[in-house]
């Protein structure tokens, strides 16, 4: 009976709007309009009730770093700055590391590169021709087999790996891949000594930064950005050239 009673087709009774003596206070609310407001009034309530209920049992000996490491602005609490957290020795001794790790990959990549390269260069140069030899019973192909390996006409199985052999196609996207990060690497790298140089405002080929000397004490060196005119090969960094300074 429930499927005839539910095939009937029934008028469907909608909310009654606004009506228009009273459409200047905007539009009507519908029961799901104040079912929403009534759960965020009772969400608010609840809180203001847990806060309370904190304030009332809280321990006057309680304390944590955090209540002297932060402040609050308007009502909410924010932490301090961390801008002169760590000490321009430090900061350089990061940098210094951040540099080593950076050159390891690069000289990890380019060996990478050079080991496959030489895999599917000894793949690509192996000889087209082939000869075709008879032999009397198994035995012999055996020897002849063997004969081939040694004198190098046809190279052994262990010389190429099993997936290279099988897909080339796809170690030379790798070999590309790794070349263009080898290239990302070495920008990176170089971005990262430009930036230790200006840091340290010392001139190329000197010291980077001496641990027995004050950093503020460091002696600086005299530079400037060189002009568009200046540069005789064009780079999209800029070029900076230092003051010449003699050596004692």
């Given at each position: 009976?429930?499927?005839?009673?539910?095939?009937?087709?029934?008028?469907?009774?909608?909310?009654?709007?606004?009506?228009?003596?009273?459409?200047?206070?905007?539009?009507?609310?519908?029961?799901?309009?104040?079912?929403?407001?009534?759960?965020?009034?009772?969400?608010?309530?609840?809180t203001l009730l847990k806060l309370?209920?904190?304030?009332?049992?809280?321990?006057?000996?309680?304390?944590?770093?955090?209540?002297?490491?932060?402040?609050?602005?308007?009502?909410?609490?924010?932490?301090?700055?961390?801008?002169?957290?760590?000490?321009?020795?430090?900061?350089?001794?990061?940098?210094?590391?951040?540099?080593?790790?950076?050159?390891?990959?690069?000289?990890?990549?380019?060996?990478?590169?050079?080991?496959?390269?030489?895999?599917?260069?000894?793949?690509?140069?192996?000889?087209?021709?082939?000869?075709?030899?008879?032999?009397?019973?198994?035995?012999?192909?055996?020897?002849?087999?063997?004969?081939?390996?040694?004198?190098?006409?046809?190279?052994?199985?262990?010389?190429?790996?099993?997936?290279?052999?099988?897909?080339?196609?796809?170690?030379?996207?790798?070999?590309?891949?790794?070349?263009?990060?080898?290239?990302?690497?070495?920008?990176?790298?170089?971005?990262?000594?430009?930036?230790?140089?200006?840091?340290?405002?010392?001139?190329?080929?000197?010291?980077?930064?001496?641990?027995?000397?004050?950093?503020?004490?460091?002696?600086?060196?005299?530079k400037r950005k060189l002009r568009?005119?200046?540069?005789?090969?064009?780079?999209?960094?800029?070029?900076?050239?230092?003051?010449?300074?003699?050596?004692?």
């Amino acid at each position: 009976m429930s499927s005839l009673r539910n095939a009937i087709s029934r008028r469907a009774h909608k909310e009654r709007a606004q009506p228009s003596a009273r459409r200047k206070f905007g539009l009507l609310e519908k029961h799901k309009d104040y079912v929403e407001r009534a759960q965020a009034f009772h969400k608010k309530e609840q809180t203001l009730l847990k806060l309370r209920e904190k304030a009332a049992f809280r321990n006057p000996d309680e304390f944590y770093f955090r209540m002297i490491k932060s402040k609050t602005v308007r009502g909410v609490h924010k932490l301090e700055s961390e801008a002169d957290k760590y000490s321009p020795e430090e900061l350089m001794l990061m940098k210094t590391q951040d540099m080593g790790y950076i050159l390891q990959k690069l000289q990890s990549e380019k060996k990478k590169i050079e080991k496959l390269s030489a895999v599917l260069h000894s793949l690509d140069n192996q000889p087209s021709n082939r000869h075709v030899y008879y032999a009397e019973d198994r035995e012999e192909a055996k020897e002849m087999q063997l004969l081939a390996v040694k004198s190098g006409t046809v190279p052994a199985s262990n010389d190429v790996f099993d997936d290279i052999k099988r897909n080339p196609a796809a170690s030379y996207r790798e070999l590309e891949a790794r070349r263009n990060r080898v290239s990302q690497l070495e920008k990176i790298y170089t971005d990262m000594v430009l930036q230790k140089e200006l840091q340290l405002d010392v001139g190329v080929g000197s010291t980077f930064w001496n641990k027995n000397i004050p950093f503020n004490k460091q002696k600086a060196g005299r530079k400037r950005k060189l002009r568009e005119d200046e540069i005789v090969c064009h780079t999209s960094q800029p070029v900076y050239k230092w003051r010449p300074e003699r050596k004692r």
